[in-house]
């Protein structure tokens, strides 16, 4: 009886549904809107290692989009909310070391401005796992 409630009701208005829970989306095949969709956001991260605002459309879109495709496509809009969550979270620590490294800078009067490389390594560990994580991403939506 559970189960006819889940499937017959749409899940986003079951206050209960597990977003987990695969039997929401039994009957939902990965369709070409969803690929769509997925492609367009990892092309707008693409865009954004030159401006940051169309990694901020791309993840909307991941979050608009991540219920209304299926299961398999949920994960793969999963993965494009990651990749843009560790992002922040990665140029955030990059800003605290580049402060950190200027400050150091500063006190001893340009001496520990050698220690400028650790925020440069910190930006290529960014863009080289960026850049697999994309890869990873659209290799998987063959």
């Not at 208005?13 to 956001?41: E, L």
């Not at 490294?101 to 390594?121: D, E, N």
């Amino acid at each position: 009886m559970e189960v006819d409630f889940i499937m017959s009701q749409s899940f986003y208005s079951d206050p209960f549904y597990d977003r987990y829970d695969s039997r929401a989306y039994r009957g939902r095949p990965v369709d070409r809107a969803g690929r769509f969709w997925a492609f367009t956001a990892y092309i707008l991260y693409i865009v954004a290692f030159f401006s940051a605002f169309p990694a901020v459309i791309g993840v909307a879109a991941a979050y608009y989009h991540r219920r209304r495709h299926g299961l398999a496509m949920r994960e793969t809009f999963d993965w494009q909310i990651r990749i843009f969550w560790l992002g922040v979270l990665a140029w955030m620590a990059i800003g605290l070391a580049h402060a950190i490294v200027s400050g150091l800078a500063a006190v001893t009067f340009g001496v520990g401005a050698i220690f400028i490389v650790i925020p440069w390594a910190m930006i290529a560990a960014w863009v080289l796992w960026t850049v697999w994580a994309i890869a990873r991403g659209l290799g998987a939506l063959r």
